[in-house]
């Protein structure tokens, strides 16, 4: 299993941006698919965003596209999320996610998660 920590969180005003990180550890295979998600409390845990192996182009939601951008820094095992032009509806508790066996889940179960790091808009 991969071991996850998030860290970035904030409160930032709407229009604003934030930089998120999440540091991995653990066995990490060559074949990955590394995913942020956020979750509001009292709504299902939503994907925002994927990388993975193999792929070349990240994927986003469509709430998110154009705003947030993925990135991988495979030297320093770290995955990132930038978070540009923030709205109010992106206030939530935001986790990454490394899949098991490299696949891409949304399942919770076929993940490991961290901890989640917290973005307030206000």
């Known amino acids: 299993h991969v071991q996850l920590v998030e860290s970035g969180e904030g409160l930032v005003q709407p229009g604003g941006s934030l930089k998120l990180s999440c540091v991995a550890s653990?066995?990490?295979?060559?074949?990955?698919?590394l995913s942020w998600f956020r979750q509001v409390p009292g709504k299902a845990r939503e994907w925002v965003a994927r990388?993975?192996?193999?792929?070349?182009?990240?994927r986003y939601d469509r709430s998110v596209q154009g705003r947030f951008t993925i990135s991988l820094d495979n030297t320093r095992k770290t995955l990132y999320l930038e978070m540009n032009d923030l709205t109010i509806n992106d206030t939530a508790m935001y986790y990454c996610?490394?899949?098991?066996?490299?696949?891409?889940?949304?399942?919770?179960?076929?993940?490991?998660w961290g901890q989640g790091t917290q973005v307030t808009v206000s």
């Open positions: 996610a490394a899949g098991h066996n490299g696949g891409c889940w949304t399942d919770p179960a076929k993940n490991d």
């Open positions: 990388v993975a192996s193999g792929v070349q182009t990240p």
């Open positions: 653990g066995y990490i295979s060559q074949q990955y698919c």
